[in-house]
């Protein structure tokens, strides 16, 4: 490996969800954790489970294996605690994941213009392509309603 | 050499406030902004049966003064499983009256979290935030948060006429704040 290549490499975390794994830029990994109790109260925003105390700070879960295998969670083993980004600002967010999770260095592809805005690019690791997460596109936030309220226009505008 | 002053502990701001429970679920609401507690039966009488299109959440409404309180079922609101409502709290400086379950218990909250910002749907007009007390997170509830102006102008529209809304006679208990 040439210098200039080893450059290029990036760290990720790599999580796995049901059989699948997809990895997160470490640098917006905050932590693993053993699963703690959920805090459940009425709310109306899809993919939020409850929060988790951490740290003394209050976190969000976010189960998003839906959108991505296409099923809920039915068992899991840690959360991951990532940040994500609301414009300037930062929050946490727990991922429930199901497997152990790993850090690996690999070299980061662009995402295409046809892949979903939750794909932040691919990486290659151990012969599999993997899809690195956006998690600013694939956790819910405010910019939601606006996509929400845009693809009802759309519904409504068409015959 | 003089020693530093030592510096004074800074006191902790603290907010006054009452757990109560709506369907199970546990909820807390400053005390301030509570004006009076009163059992749902002493407001049978003076209450007044309305239905507003799409609102299923107000079906009774009260004569104060000059003004109108709507009685908001708590568990519809928050669309939890139905329960009967054994009180009601006025709240200071809104035309609510929210119907709950029961009062867990009044103390203090020394931090307000806001609401994550993931939490993008109505429950951020619901709730000024949450807070954590003895190991459990609960939601504190906004009192403008249960009535938005669209439904006070349905609620309005539906009030049937002036002369029908007694005067109530039913005492309440009086929160101090």
Redesign the interface.
Known sequence: MTVLAELELQTFVLLRLGERRFAVSSGQIVELVAPSRVFRFPHHTPKIEGVILRRGRIVPVCDVAEPLIGKRLTSRRLYLIATRHYGAQTEWVALPVTGECELINAELMAAGASDEPHVGGWISHAGDVIEVLNLDALTPGPDEIVREAALQETLEAQP | MRLAAPLKPTPVRSEQIILFRVSG?L?AVSSASVQEVRSADSLSGGAIEITAPGLRKVRHVLRRGDRSLFIVNGAAH???PPSPGVLVFVLRKTRTALLIDGIEKMTAMTRL?AL????????RQ?YRG?T?LD?????VVRPEGFLSSEDLALLDAALPPMEILGEEAVEGTELQQ
């Open positions: 679920q909820f928050f669309g939890l979290q994550p910002l993931s939490f993008c749907h109505e429950e619901w949450l954590a190991q459990t997170v609960v939601p």
